[in-house]
Nanobody, 124 residues
Framework: QVQLVESGGGLVQAGGSLRLSCAASRRTFSNYAMGWFRQAPGKEREFVAAVNWSGGSTRYAESVKGRFTISRDNAKNTLYLQMNSLEPEDTAVYYC?????????????????WGQGTQVTVSS
């Protein structure tokens, strides 16, 4: 069992930045590929970014490519999402997720463990 706790969400103006963190409960954090997903009001949850076990391979949704950066610190059991040039369309609840495989995946069903989410609101 892996427990994930997100933090760092909040209210920011368009063009601003936020850094989300996701703390994992297990020392075996480095065995898992990790991902960020988001769900906007009235919409389905969607893929944002993913990183493999080492941090050496990443994948992004087209809508965030060039603005968001996913990274991880295995020594701290923590996943990050640096979000720059935020847009009102980025407003959503952001979730981190862990999969028991070590390679990157954009598919929600490939992830076993999920955090409770953190709200990001971008004002225009």
């Amino acid at each position: 069992q892996v427990q994930l706790v997100e933090s760092g969400g909040g209210l920011v103006q368009a063009g601003g930045s936020l850094r989300l963190s996701c703390a994992a409960s297990r020392r075996t954090f480095s065995n898992y590929a990790m991902g960020w997903f988001r769900q906007a009001p009235g919409k389905e949850r969607e893929f944002v970014a993913a990183v493999n076990w080492s941090g050496g391979s990443t994948r992004y949704a087209e809508s965030v490519k060039g603005r968001f950066t996913i990274s991880r610190d295995n020594a701290k059991n923590t996943l990050y999402l640096q979000m720059n040039s935020l847009e009102p369309e980025d407003t959503a609840v952001y979730y981190c997720a862990a999969r028991t495989q070590s390679n990157v995946s954009p598919r929600e069903n490939d992830y076993t463990y999920w955090g409770q989410g953190t709200q990001v609101t971008v004002s225009s």
